[in-house]
């Protein structure tokens, strides 16, 4: 299965996206989130696609299914590599989503992943159960939607690097996990909370590790992204 180091582009918009860009001579998978999609729309899309990068569009879709469906068909139409949404939407949404990527995907080309968003690394514990009222643990509460996920037939989950390992033993060595939250040793924390480092991540068994500021806030950025992909990959 791919594993892979995904640059989470959290610029502002289109230039600053292209200014990062140009520093690497090298095919990169890359993250657009809400910020620079929001901003600049497909036209992101159709640029990073001209350089040959691979597009994790994360938007996290969670509204009713017939909803979902639509927008999924329409974003499947982009040619990106990968979508999600919140696996919070229930299993009919989750259905539905990969029901509108088939139906959007062009005849003979690949379908994009859709995986589903457990808990966010922001979230803690005391959070999921004091503010969103959930009472179970927070593994629990994210096995029991990678389950709900699966189920579905989605590709996989969003979470922790910490929640991968049981992931795969209760789930499969084929159902994809991909990280956030990853950080060199040096790095501040932000606004994450659950975290590790790309040599952990890899000891865990993610497949995809989402990495932002540490790359695009480096004083070298190009540097410190193969430094991180060889720690992750080897």
């Known amino acids: ?11 502002k918009d ?5 200014q990062f860009i140009e520093q690497f001579d090298e095919s990169l998978y890359v993250k657009v989130g809400m910020e620079l999609f929001y901003a600049e729309g497909p ?9 040959n990068h691979k597009i994790f ?3 996290k879709l969670h509204d009713i299914p017939n909803t979902v469906k639509s927008a999924m068909k329409n974003l499947a139409k982009l040619g990106v590599d990968m979508v999600n ?10 259905k539905a ?26 979230t803690t514990e005391e959070v999921m159960q004091q503010q969103i009222l959930i009472s179970e643990t927070l593994p629990n509460t994210v096995l ?4 709900l996920t699966k189920e579905a037939g989605l590709d996989g989950i969003v979470c922790s690097a910490l929640e991968t390992k049981e992931i795969h033993d209760k789930l499969g060595e084929d159902f994809i996990t991909c990280t956030p939250g990853i950080r060199q040793a040096s790095d501040s924390l932000d606004d994450q909370k659950r975290v590790v480092t790309p040599t952990k991540a890899k000891e865990l068994g993610s497949n995809y590790i989402v990495v932002g500021r540490s790359i695009t806030k480096s004083v070298h950025p190009v ?7 060889e720690e992750f990959l080897g």
Do not use: W
Request: glycine share 6%; proline share 4%; hydrophobic share 45%.
């Open 85 to 94: 949404v919140h696996a919070a939407g229930t299993l009919p949404m989750m």
């Open 43 to 51: 036209q992101i899309i159709k640029y990073l696609k001209e350089k």
């Open 97 to 122: 989503a990969v029901e509108g990527l088939n139906e959007g995907t062009a005849p003979g080309a690949k379908r994009p992943l859709c995986i589903a968003v457990t808990q966010l690394t922001s």
């Open 14 to 18: 289109f230039e600053e996206t292209r």
């Open 57 to 59: 569009l994360d938007l």
């Open 144 to 147: 029991k939607y990678a389950q």
């Open 223 to 229: 540097a410190t992204y193969r430094q991180i992909k």
């Open 1 to 11: 299965m791919e594993k892979a180091v995904i640059i989470a582009l959290d610029f």
